[in-house]
């Protein structure tokens, strides 16, 4: 009887959190350089995404970086299948001028536990010329 309490206290812990989780943590993704290539990936636990329920906003605009979600190509018996992954957005692309970039993850959770559940994350991207 014991070994059962802590059990049951650990799973209703488990299911009672709600916030989802944004790794990495904090406020910002790595700085980007003007002109060089761009990659980051932020992954978001604890919730049920789609693509009906989750937007990405990056301002100001024209900056040269874009959102998608993680695609994953399958094939299995000659037939291809894409899979979009909203749990992991990827920024990528060029920086196009020194300053401060804002990438705003919006939307709301689906699901049976907790739906509707409120899904707000701001990041900063720091863009720096070259160093020469």
């Not at 990659?39 to 970086?65: C, D, W, Y």
């Not at 920086?95 to 699901?111: A, D, F, Q, R, W």
Request: proline share 6%.
């Amino acid at each position: 009887m014991k070994k059962i309490i802590p059990f049951i206290l650990f799973l209703i812990s488990a299911c009672s959190s709600t916030a989802p989780n944004f790794l990495p943590g904090g406020n910002n993704l790595p700085d980007g350089i003007v002109g060089q290539d761009y990659l980051a990936e932020v992954e978001i636990t604890n919730v049920i995404l789609f693509k009906e329920n989750v937007g990405v906003n990056i301002s100001p605009q024209n900056t040269g970086l874009k959102w998608n979600p993680k695609v994953t190509k399958l094939e299995r018996g000659g037939a291809e299948r894409v899979d979009e992954d909203y749990h992991y957005i990827r920024i990528s692309g060029k920086p196009k001028e020194v300053g401060e970039v804002l990438v705003h993850i919006n939307g709301y959770s689906m699901g049976t536990t907790t739906p509707g559940s409120k899904i707000d994350k701001v990041y900063v991207i720091k863009v720096k010329t070259a160093k020469n």
